[in-house]
């Protein structure tokens, strides 16, 4: 297209005439208007252009020279995003930077701050987050086909923690202590018992008021987003912990916590974001005055590792649809940290301490001596029996599962499914096929018995199936992903891959309520309890497996 009093396009062949004072000289008046128009525009695009171009090699450069978390840091802190922080910007955050080597608090500020025990070490914490990836979302094959950008805003505006750092007292981590003191290693308790009855709505906003159990939970993970759910709307709920170590004096804790955001205000559609867990380790003394150290983060090993579910808006009358849509994604990183020791506070007035709790400085450095401990594998093994009972079966990693079955020559029990079956990244039919049928004492006995089981991801198959070096563990995983044909599939299958039977989610559903006959033969509609249908189906399996296990 031609701009106003721009010469028009020049043949290939024509030479390119010097642009001089005479071929732009206007011809009146209104050229010379629309001239300085033409210009003025040119070098506002110029000048915008340039300044995103320069901003971008900002980024660029800040990301390299900071590193991730680094950047992560730095953008928190510049509200403006002009990379740049100013005074203002920095100055809430300011005395929260220097509790990282000493709680100091101006003594202007106490007075201010209830319930403040002058007697109690503090530590900060830092929070440290990556946004999900939206593109491992399924709906981003398609453009988010049929969800709009409004449903998806909280979503895509949430790029940093809303707390970077956060002042917390030793004492208020009592809440990770055990009930009682001959507790075994590895043995559970609830911190937050899971009591769920029934599902939660989902049309909500704000969370409710916590409980005092709650409390330090909703404080911890709120520093990534204010609206935090401590119960969560699905099970299982709840915090469950056990001792990894103790010494004469310390104990290290490791714990596990279910909880979910809402990320939507009104009046957007609600969306709900639930990491599959938090999961992390205290260290602290066995009175609670002292933190040695405290860790918490999402994992992140699995190609999936977040369930997200949304409302939509009826057009009509306004009111959101009780059908929820979903999907699954991965989080790189979701983590807080302590910033060393808890340590005593300091008081400062016109630059001069006037109050330091006298303490045993030394706890901070001495070297803790442990007198029984296991390892961090073992304690989770615990924290997820504790959550899930069907994980009283051990589900070996997928390709260890069938060199398992060939030695012991029986059956694969093998579930594919998107989410993870031992989180809360497990969707919809997956919740139910594990919190009603797996965990059942009859399935579990028979699993136990009869079956080697595993489970996995879609998208790990799939990368086994296109990436990986081994021939033989392609095979298998091309001839599960040959019988994938609904959102949560089991099999089973010989030890050689083989799949000799095979149900779906969806033919279980529709198994119990077909009409079967009764005793004397005659139509029943009564209902067929799925965990009967689950049994009938690993029955069969054994009966077909029979000629080929030489059982």
Same mark, same amino acid.
């Not at 040695?292 to 959101?320: A, C, I, Q, T």
């Given at each position: 297209?031609?701009?106003?009093?721009?010469?028009?396009?020049?043949?290939?062949?024509?030479?390119?005439?010097?642009?001089?004072?005479?071929?732009?000289?206007?011809?009146?008046?209104?050229?010379?208007?629309?001239?300085?128009?033409?210009?003025?525009?040119?070098?506002?695009?110029?000048?915008?252009?340039?300044?995103?171009?320069?901003?971008?090699?900002?980024?660029?450069?800040?990301?390299?020279?900071?590193?991730?978390?680094?950047?992560?840091?730095?953008?928190?802190?510049?509200?403006?995003?002009?990379?740049?922080?100013?005074?203002?910007?920095?100055?809430?955050?300011?005395?929260?930077?220097?509790?990282?080597?000493?709680?100091?608090?101006?003594?202007?500020?106490?007075?201010?701050?209830?319930?403040?025990?002058?007697?109690?070490?503090?530590?900060?914490?830092?929070?440290?987050?990556?946004?999900?990836?939206?593109?491992?979302?399924?709906?981003?094959?398609?453009?988010?086909?049929?969800?709009?950008?409004?449903?998806?805003?909280?979503?895509?505006?949430?790029?940093?923690?809303?707390?970077?750092?956060?002042?917390?007292?030793?004492?208020?981590?009592?809440?990770?202590?055990?009930?009682?003191?001959?507790?075994?290693?590895?043995?559970?308790?609830?911190?937050?018992?899971?009591?769920?009855?029934?599902?939660?709505?989902?049309?909500?906003?704000?969370?409710?008021?916590?409980?005092?159990?709650?409390?330090?939970?909703?404080?911890?993970?709120?520093?990534?987003?204010?609206?935090?759910?401590?119960?969560?709307?699905?099970?299982?709920?709840?915090?469950?912990?056990?001792?990894?170590?103790?010494?004469?004096?310390?104990?290290?804790?490791?714990?596990?916590?279910?909880?979910?955001?809402?990320?939507?205000?009104?009046?957007?559609?609600?969306?709900?974001?639930?990491?599959?867990?938090?999961?992390?380790?205290?260290?602290?003394?066995?009175?609670?005055?002292?933190?040695?150290?405290?860790?918490?983060?999402?994992?992140?090993?699995?190609?999936?590792?977040?369930?997200?579910?949304?409302?939509?808006?009826?057009?009509?009358?306004?009111?959101?649809?009780?059908?929820?849509?979903?999907?699954?994604?991965?989080?790189?990183?979701?983590?807080?940290?302590?910033?060393?020791?808890?340590?005593?506070?300091?008081?400062?007035?016109?630059?001069?301490?006037?109050?330091?709790?006298?303490?045993?400085?030394?706890?901070?450095?001495?070297?803790? &001596?442990?007198?029984?401990?296991?390892?961090?594998?073992?304690?989770?093994?615990?924290?997820? &029996?504790?959550?899930?009972?069907?994980?009283?079966?051990?589900?070996?990693?997928?390709?260890?599962?069938?060199?398992?079955?060939?030695?012991?020559?029986?059956?694969?029990?093998?579930?594919?499914?998107?989410?993870?079956?031992?989180?809360?990244?497990?969707?919809?039919?997956?919740?139910?096929?594990?919190?009603?049928?797996?965990?059942?004492?009859?399935?579990?006995?028979?699993?136990?018995?009869?079956?080697?089981?595993?489970?996995?991801?879609?998208?790990?198959?799939?990368?086994?199936?296109?990436?990986?070096?081994?021939?033989?563990?392609?095979?298998?995983?091309?001839?599960?992903?040959?019988?994938?044909?609904?959102? &949560?599939?089991?099999?089973?299958?010989?030890?050689?891959?083989?799949?000799?039977?095979?149900?779906?989610?969806?033919?279980?559903?529709?198994?119990?309520?077909?009409?079967?006959?009764?005793?004397?033969?005659?139509?029943?509609?009564?209902?067929?309890?799925?965990?009967?249908?689950?049994?009938?189906?690993?029955?069969?399996?054994?009966?077909?497996?029979?000629?080929?296990?030489?059982?």
């Amino acid at each position: 297209m031609e701009l106003p009093g721009s010469p028009g396009p020049r043949e290939s062949n024509e030479p390119l005439e010097p642009l001089t004072s005479q071929t732009i000289r206007p011809r009146s008046h209104r050229d010379l208007a629309l001239m300085v128009v033409v210009l003025g525009t040119l070098l506002a695009a110029t000048a915008v252009r340039g300044y995103l171009a320069f901003r971008e090699a900002l980024w660029e450069a800040a990301q390299k020279t900071l590193g991730t978390e680094g950047f992560s840091l730095f953008s928190s802190l510049d509200m403006n995003k002009d990379m740049y922080i100013s005074p203002e910007e920095f100055k809430p955050d300011a005395k929260k930077l220097i509790a990282a080597t000493s709680i100091t608090i101006l003594e202007e500020d106490v007075s201010q701050m209830k319930s403040f025990d002058l007697n109690e070490e503090k530590f900060a914490m830092m929070a440290r987050f990556q946004p999900l990836l939206s593109e491992t979302m399924s709906k981003s094959k398609n453009g988010f086909l049929g969800v709009s950008n409004f449903t998806l805003s909280g979503l895509r505006n949430w790029i940093v923690p809303d707390k970077v750092l956060r002042v917390f007292s030793a004492r208020q981590f009592h809440i990770f202590l055990p009930p009682k003191e001959d507790l075994k290693l590895g043995e559970p308790w609830w911190i937050i018992f899971k009591k769920l009855r029934e599902q939660l709505p989902s049309n909500r906003f704000y969370p409710p008021m916590s409980k005092k159990k709650e409390d330090l939970i909703y404080k911890l993970l709120s520093m990534f987003h204010p609206r935090l759910f401590v119960k969560t709307r699905f099970g299982p709920q709840g915090a469950v912990a056990c001792l990894m170590a103790t010494s004469e004096s310390y104990y290290t804790v490791a714990f596990r916590i279910h909880a979910e955001f809402q990320l939507n205000e009104p009046p957007l559609s609600p969306f709900w974001f639930s990491p599959g867990q938090f999961t992390g380790h205290v260290i602290l003394s066995k009175d609670s005055s002292h933190v040695r150290d405290f860790r918490l983060f999402v994992p992140n090993h699995k190609p999936l590792n977040v369930e997200m579910e949304w409302l939509y808006k009826d057009e009509e009358n306004g009111s959101f649809s009780s059908d929820l849509d979903m999907d699954t994604g991965y989080l790189p990183q979701m983590e807080l940290e302590s910033w060393g020791p808890s340590i005593p506070t300091e008081i400062y007035q016109k630059g001069k301490i006037i109050y330091r709790r006298l303490c045993e400085q030394s706890r901070q450095f001495e070297d803790i &001596v442990w007198q029984q401990a296991i390892s961090w594998e073992k304690a989770v093994q615990q924290l997820e &029996v504790a959550m899930y009972p069907f994980l009283e079966v051990t589900y070996l990693p997928f390709a260890e599962a069938f060199k398992q079955a060939k030695a012991e020559n029986k059956l694969v029990h093998f579930i594919l499914l998107w989410g993870s079956l031992d989180d809360q990244s497990c969707f919809g039919p997956g919740q139910g096929l594990r919190d009603i049928i797996l965990g059942n004492s009859q399935i579990l006995t028979l699993l136990k018995n009869s079956f080697i089981s595993s489970w996995s991801q879609v998208h790990e198959l799939n990368e086994i199936q296109n990436n990986h070096n081994n021939e033989s563990h392609k095979k298998l995983a091309q001839l599960i992903l040959e019988k994938y044909d609904s959102h &949560v599939k089991m099999l089973l299958c010989l030890p050689n891959g083989t799949v000799i039977h095979d149900l779906s989610v969806d033919d279980l559903s529709k198994a119990s309520e077909e009409i079967r006959s009764d005793d004397t033969g005659c139509p029943s509609n009564s209902f067929v309890h799925p965990v009967t249908i689950y049994e009938e189906f690993l029955q069969e399996g054994l009966f077909r497996a029979q000629s080929f296990l030489h059982v």
